[in-house]
């Protein structure tokens, strides 16, 4: 019996699972091949000699049947290293079942798909389609708040939150950011001193109109007793940067923070997430005592979407009235753009998890009858 039809029915029970059929067709084919090869040459040599020294003419036909022999060799060593490659799919098919505790019980393609399809991960609860349809939507409150002007400040209001962003307010970013995230940062690292700039200012706004005097005749204690609170709860190293400009003589320029720093709540995260839901835990927790007031939200216009699908998904206090002062309604900063684009692509998926609610709170006011940008 030829060497190769010798591998073929050693191997043939094995044929069923795909990393046995690769032995043989493979490596296996390979060695047989070349054993194949070697006898024939072997045997050519001695068909030749022999075949010499005797006179017969036999010889010539041994010569034609083992360089047949050798042909079939050359033959398998080909087909062996044609279906090699093979191989490393059919390992990665073993350890896949050997993780999974899958038997594949034929090499049949039909029957494997049969396999894989119960194995079909669980569809999103929106699909492509659903998610261009809100892609359109979210673009469409974007515009529709970048045509909105900011509502004049009102003596009503007696809280000021302004949502923390990525860097702090020193313009530092955390070392944790993805290099993406990094990037599209690095692009404005003053977005948390933006916020607090324009919500002091409108504190500062606030309590001129309460103490019914010019906001150039402000004075310390003029603010300290009717300026409104301005809470931030940013993440444990944008809390502890906040309070150490807050007890600096210096602040951090442009007199930015001459608001005194007994009108800040300075609220941390402590066991809440680092993102937006996170702080509206932290309201749940520690503003949760207000009643019958008007708050002011402050954060740049990209971030309101998410804001205002948080409100009623994350109520704290009864009977609040909210008002957004949006940053950068005009998309001028370097990285407006891509942020929108981040919160049009994760709102959707927020939505699906459960953490935000379809439609924004009707309890937040873009606007006033006197507005101003």
């Keep these: 019996m030829p060497i190769h039809q010798y591998v073929e029915t050693k191997f043939k029970p094995w044929d069923t699972y795909p990393i046995a059929s690769t032995f043989y067709s493979g490596p296996g084919r390979i060695v047989a091949g070349l054993a194949e090869v070697a006898s024939g040459v072997v045997l050519t040599i ?34 062996g290293f044609v279906v090699f490659v093979p191989i490393l799919g059919n390992v990665a098919i073993y350890f896949w079942d050997n993780a999974f505790e899958t038997t594949l019980p034929s090499t049949d393609p039909k029957e494997i798909e049969a396999i894989f399809k119960v194995k079909k991960p669980k569809e999103s609860k ?11 939507r979210l673009r469409g409150e974007l515009d529709q708040l970048k045509n909105i002007k900011n509502p004049q400040p009102t003596s009503e209001i007696t809280h000021v939150i302004v949502f923390s962003a990525v ?11 993805t290099l993406e995230e990094r990037a599209r940062a690095e692009k404005n690292k003053q977005d948390d001193r933006q916020r607090l700039y324009r919500g002091i200012t409108l504190a500062k706004e606030v309590a001129a109109l309460k103490a019914r005097k010019k906001k150039e005749e402000l004075t310390s204690e003029l603010i300290k007793n009717h300026g409104p609170i301005i809470v ?10 906040l309070r150490t400009v807050l007890n600096s ?30 702080q509206f835990l932290s309201f749940q927790t520690h503003l949760n005592s207000l009643s019958n007031t008007t708050i002011a939200l402050v954060s740049h216009m990209f971030h309101f979407p998410r ?38 692509t994760n709102i959707p998926r927020y939505i699906s998890q459960g953490d935000l609610l379809s439609d924004p709170s009707p309890r937040i006011t873009y606007a006033s009858p006197r507005s101003t940008a």
């Design 307 to 344: 804001i205002g699908r948080m409100i009623e998904k994350y109520p704290f206090g009864t009977d609040l009235k909210f008002y957004g002062y949006k940053i950068d309604r005009q998309r001028r900063l370097p990285n407006a753009r891509e942020n929108e684009q981040v919160e049009i």
């Design 46 to 79: 001695l068909a030749i000699t022999c075949g010499w020294v005797d006179g017969r003419q036999e010889w010539r036909k041994q010569i034609a049947q083992h360089a047949w022999q050798i042909a079939l060799g050359l033959g398998d060593i080909g087909r």
């Design 126 to 136: 929106y699909d492509e389609k659903e998610s261009i349809d809100w892609g359109t």
């Design 232 to 241: 931030y709860n940013g993440r444990d190293d944008q809390n502890a940067a």
């Design 249 to 278: 003589a210096e602040g951090i320029g442009d007199n930015i923070l001459d608001y005194p720093k007994e009108k800040f709540q300075v609220i941390d995260l402590k066991d809440a997430p680092l993102n937006t839901k996170g």
């Design 167 to 177: 860097a702090d307010c020193n313009g530092n970013l955390p070392s944790d950011l």
